[in-house]
């Protein structure tokens, strides 16, 4: 069984910083993809960033240079490092998980991802 447990979310003005964090737990070959999508209101669903056991790592062009996505795979955390964050970040935040991706051109589909977290707030005022 995969289990997913977010933190890190809050609310900060632009231009500061957040640290999202993901443990993640479960089969090995269930969870050897960990990602970060996001949703704010009105609009679709993004994928942020992804990471794989191997540190193979992928970038929304809308993030890079800002978020930077890492994991520690001896206690199975995935981060997600927001910096310079805008108000157009304001969204709440999903860990997801999934198996093996065939290339990093999928870390970013959700169709890559077969569990979800909760989700997390995270809110950026101007």
């Known amino acids: 069984q995969v289990h997913l447990v977010e933190s890190g979310g809050g609310s900060v003005q632009s231009g500061g910083s957040l640290r999202l964090s993901c443990a993640v737990s479960?089969?090995?070959?269930?969870?050897?993809?960990t990602g970060w999508f996001r949703q704010a209101p009105g609009k679709e669903r993004e994928g942020v960033a992804a990471?794989?056991?191997?540190?193979?790592?992928s970038h929304a062009d809308s993030v890079k240079g800002r978020f930077t996505i890492s994991r520690d795979n001896a206690k199975n955390i995935v981060y997600l490092q927001m910096d310079s964050l805008k108000p157009e970040d304001t969204a709440i935040y999903y860990c997801?998980?999934?198996?093996?991706?065939?290339?990093?051109?999928?870390?970013?589909?959700?169709?890559?991802?077969?569990?979800w977290g909760q989700g997390t707030q995270v809110t950026v005022s101007s």
């Open positions: 990471i794989d056991i191997d540190g193979v790592r």
């Open positions: 997801v998980t999934g198996p093996r991706a065939l290339t990093s051109r999928l870390f970013l589909r959700q169709s890559s991802y077969n569990y």
């Open positions: 479960g089969y090995f070959s269930e969870t050897y993809l």
